[in-house]
């Protein structure tokens, strides 16, 4: 029996492209699961498609940003339907949700559980979930189930047997700390003999042609342009490194850089052709961050187009679509048609060839091309269903490569065009300034970053560094950097007026730093101010890794009212300044313990004197650590219950009293 077509709008609200990549997929199955779908970004909200008319079921699928806000494209759409307050106003919306966070983070799935409250507040259905996917446990985990249910709840709501439509309650528990659920579910498995249910094989679409050598982004204004389209912008700064130092001693575990440059040129696309602004005049604040343009290791591209056997690396790539009523790899038909791209530019430029392009689609799409069937049989066992904590385990916790798993599967000979079609494209990386911009003085950025190793372990088959850093750790005096501004500037300040007598806790530790240097030496610039401002630094030995050493000490005899130092390897600092050791108390490993030791002063600038509290860095641990230590101290002091204690920290997030740049 042939199923009636039926319909289905998919909405996505993306920030890196992920939460746009998933909702593509499930574009691209709705015609084999017999549904005609239409697919909209949600910054489209009310020009290209209004919420509330929509009578065909809704798939959102939504990522989120920053500590739990909703991402820069879904801004216009929640801002407009948070100031609703009609209970009927979105009473003929019926929704799938999946949500897209990190349990690393504190307000987890915070943009699409804003996104799911509203609707349903505004009178919205929810047929389908929510599902929230966690990056920091795999965010396969929960897509996968949500992909493979997905057309069966539709198929039950639009038959209007809406007591059966799915709830994934009852198929697949909603588990905010997925972390837990996968390390309870851990068990050995052996699948040796059990029976796989593997994912659907993506049909392949792409193709692509070769054509004469042709060396293309030697000519700078089609390589701006290639910048452009790949990161869907409109303008792109130009600018050329001052200085790029290690700021860490020789003997320090991290190796820290601090970049400095200054922005020469504003590049503006207008009606396809572009236009130069000379010496852009780049204006932030304290606070602000940068998205910097960052290219995949010239030297792993080379290894990786010679294992895919793809030998003429300078001609000229075209990717071509077959179906172009599907999505996938939609933007890199486009890019290569608009920019003339040799192979290895697309590969060094377009695509992620890290382990964020590592999930089961692309698993069993290489498991096809194994001439070895034990190579084969591994790959299936991956992308099964049964091989899950497998795949967590083995691929996604090391962080593997598409190389490693090449290396590895030796027999694996994909084509070119159905591995492109698997690939997620490159995305730009964040940095917070550490500058401090004045119209007067030259316009010099600084930002400051530690080298993220991957050493040849775990099944790592080469060792690397992260991307971005082990690109931006080459870049040398006189060379060029490309960056974008990034909407969501969240970290600003509170103004003078806003702070008065109001105290600001700043709380940084290693690179976590940067946005306070920029707002302390704002202060230090403005001889008028008298804020109370309190900074909490944390490295792990002063005479290794204190970042911005002399400039920090001098803040505490200039501008900051208190300065509390800690050191998590070393406690002797006997050859330290005396101011230095006026800032640290003994055995003060980390901030927390520094917060600890100071529990009452810091408990009354909070309760008493409504103090702002501004953390930054390290999302995985130490700002989760802090607010447990805040929430600790709170209690203690003001005869709170821990549960009344949390409270009132989550109100002061609310309020935008206590904010947090972090990420993991
Ligand atoms: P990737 O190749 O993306 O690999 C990162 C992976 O390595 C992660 O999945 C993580 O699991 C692992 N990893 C191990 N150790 C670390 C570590 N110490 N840091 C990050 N990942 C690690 N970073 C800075 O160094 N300085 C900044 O000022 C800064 N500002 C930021 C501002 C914002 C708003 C945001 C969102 C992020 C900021 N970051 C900053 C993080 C930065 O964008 C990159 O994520 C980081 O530099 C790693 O990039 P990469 O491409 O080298 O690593
Ligand atoms: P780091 O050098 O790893 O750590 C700095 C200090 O913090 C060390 O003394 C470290 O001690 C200590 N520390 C470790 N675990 C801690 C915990 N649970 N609580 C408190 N302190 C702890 O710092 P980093 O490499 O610069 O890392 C900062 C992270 O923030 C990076 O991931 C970076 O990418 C990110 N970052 C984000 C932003 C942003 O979002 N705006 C800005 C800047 C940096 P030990 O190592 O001895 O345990």
Redesign the pocket.
């Known amino acids: 029996m042939t199923l009636k077509q039926n319909s289905v709008t998919i909405i996505y609200c993306s920030q890196t492209g992920q939460a746009k990549a998933i909702a593509e997929s499930i574009y691209d199955l709705a015609a084999s699961n017999q549904f005609e779908a239409e697919i909209h970004c949600v910054s489209g909200y009310d020009k290209k498609f209004k919420l509330n008319e929509i009578t065909n079921p809704v798939v959102f699928v939504c990522s989120t940003t920053g500590d739990g806000e909703v991402p820069e494209t879904g801004f216009r759409c929640w801002n407009r339907l948070k100031r609703k307050e009609d209970d009927k106003f979105l009473s003929n919306l019926n929704y799938a949700i999946l949500g897209l966070g990190d349990t690393n983070y504190t307000t987890f799935c915070g943009g699409p559980k804003s996104f799911h409250s509203k609707f349903q507040d505004l009178g919205g259905k929810c047929i389908y979930g929510p599902f929230w996917a966690d990056d920091g446990t795999g965010l396969d985990i929960e897509v996968e189930p949500f992909k493979d249910g997905l057309w069966n709840a539709l198929r039950s709501f639009l038959s209007k047997d809406q007591s059966s439509a799915l709830n994934t309650e009852s198929i697949a528990p909603v588990v905010d700390n997925a972390a837990q659920a996968v390390e309870d579910k851990l068990k050995e498995l052996s699948l040796t003999d059990t029976e796989l249910t593997i994912p659907v094989l993506a049909e392949k679409i792409l193709t692509y042609t070769i054509s004469e050598p042709h060396d293309l982004l030697t000519n700078k204004e089609e390589q701006l342009k290639l910048y452009l389209d790949i990161t869907s912008s409109t303008e792109i700064y130009e600018a050329i490194v001052n200085s790029n130092d290690i700021i860490t001693d020789k003997t320090s575990a991290k190796t820290c850089y601090d970049l400095k440059f200054t922005p020469e040129n504003i590049h503006i696309l207008e009606n396809d052709s572009l236009a130069k602004a000379p010496s852009a005049d780049f204006s932030y604040g304290p606070g602000d961050?940068i998205n910097i343009l960052?290219p995949n290791n010239s030297e792993e591209v080379k290894s990786l187009l010679t294992r895919l056997n793809v030998k003429s690396n300078e001609d000229v790539i075209s990717i071509k679509s077959s179906n172009p009523k599907k999505i996938s790899g939609r933007k890199y038909v486009e890019l290569t048609e608009k920019n003339k791209l040799s192979i290895f530019n697309f590969f060094t430029y377009c695509v992620d060839i890290?382990?964020s392009s590592i999930k089961k689609g692309l698993i069993r799409m290489l498991a096809n091309y194994c001439s070895d069937n034990s190579d084969e049989k591994r790959l299936l066992e991956f992308c099964s269903k049964e091989g899950s904590e497998l795949f967590q385990s083995l691929v996604k916790e090391p962080?593997l490569s598409l190389l490693d798993l090449l290396n590895m599967f030796k027999s694996c000979k994909p084509p070119l065009d159905h591995l492109i079609q698997n690939l997620s494209p490159l995305v730009i990386?964040?940095?917070?300034l550490c500058s401090f911009y004045s119209k007067t003085d030259k316009n010099e950025l600084e930002?400051?970053?530690?080298i993220?190793n991957?050493d040849q372990s775990m099944g790592r088959t080469y060792s690397r560094?992260?991307?971005?850093?082990?690109y931006l750790s080459k870049l040398k005096s006189s060379e060029k950097v490309f960056f974008f501004k990034?909407k969501f500037q969240g970290f600003t300040f509170p103004s003078d007026e806003d702070l008065q007598d109001k105290p600001l806790i700043m709380i940084g530790p290693g690179?976590g730093i940067?946005p306070f240097i920029s707002y302390l030496r704002s202060k230090d610039a403005d001889k008028n101010s008298k804020s109370n401002l309190v900074l909490f630094y944390g490295c792990r030995d002063p005479t290794k890794d204190f970042l911005f050493k002399s400039e920090v000490l001098n803040f505490s005899t200039t501008v900051l009212s208190n300065c509390y130092l800690s050191f998590s390897r070393v406690s002797n600092i006997e050859n330290e300044s005396d101011i230095l050791k006026k800032s640290y108390q003994k055995n003060a490993k980390y901030v927390q313990d520094s917060i600890r030791m100071n529990s009452k002063e810091i408990c009354h600038l909070i309760h008493e004197k409504s103090a702002y509290v501004y953390i930054c860095g390290?999302a995985a641990n130490m700002s989760k650590d802090v607010l447990k230590c805040f929430v600790e101290c709170l209690a203690n002091e003001c005869n709170l219950s821990v549960e009344d204690s949390n409270k009132y920290f989550l109100d002061m997030m609310k309020n935008k009293r206590y904010k947090q740049?972090i990420?993991?």
């Not at 990386?429 to 917070?432: G, I, K, L, V």
């Not at 930002?447 to 530690?450: A, E």
């Open positions: 961050a960052c890290r382990h962080q990386r964040s940095y917070s930002t400051v970053f530690n993220v991957f560094q992260g991307i971005a850093t082990g990034r690179t940067a390290d740049d990420w993991a």
